[in-house]
């Protein structure tokens, strides 16, 4: 709980340096500063701390899914006939290490888990859908969803 309130103080500055490094996550401290019109040595300590407090982790590298020759795009929502601790995590393990998952979510509501997908095509879609996830004993059902276009929010820095 401490640390949750420690990550939830976040100041203006702070906010400015997210935000800014959300947008543009490969600029320099010295454009970062120059930008929200700070000291180069305040930015500097400022993304170190919010690094050390767990606010900032890590960077994201954004990938073109089709010049890697996966320009479909998909949400397969699953569905469980069961749902002990144990089969939800096992399922889990093995869903995200399926060729073609970019991430999936452990959701609540009518579905379980969402997969989202990218692959070469229809077929492959298919093929993925039909020979990971519906053959698992723990499925019971599948829904998939194409992606016509993905776009970042920005809700929580707003």
């Known amino acids: 709980m401490a640390r949750q309130q420690e990550r939830s103080a976040l100041d203006e500055t702070d906010l400015a340096l997210v935000a800014a490094l959300r947008e543009a996550p490969d600029l320099t401290v010295k454009a970062l500063a120059h930008r929200l ?16 407090r767990g606010v900032l982790r890590g960077t994201r590298l954004q990938v073109d899914l089709g010049a890697l ?63 990971h996830v519906t053959t698992h004993r723990a499925v019971r059902a599948t829904e998939t969803h194409l992606v016509f276009e993905v776009r970042e929010g920005t809700a929580p820095l707003r």
């Open 69 to 131: 020759g996966r320009p479909l795009e998909a949400i397969v929502k699953v569905r469980l006939q069961s749902h002990s601790r144990e089969i939800v995590s096992q399922l889990y393990a093995e869903l995200v290490a399926i060729p073609g998952v970019l991430q999936a979510f452990h959701v609540a509501g009518a579905d379980d888990f969402h997969l989202h997908v990218a692959v070469a095509d229809a077929q492959a879609l298919r093929d993925l859908v039909l020979e």
């Open 37 to 52: 019109g700070l000291p180069e040595s305040t930015a500097a300590y400022r993304i170190r701390a919010l690094k050390e």
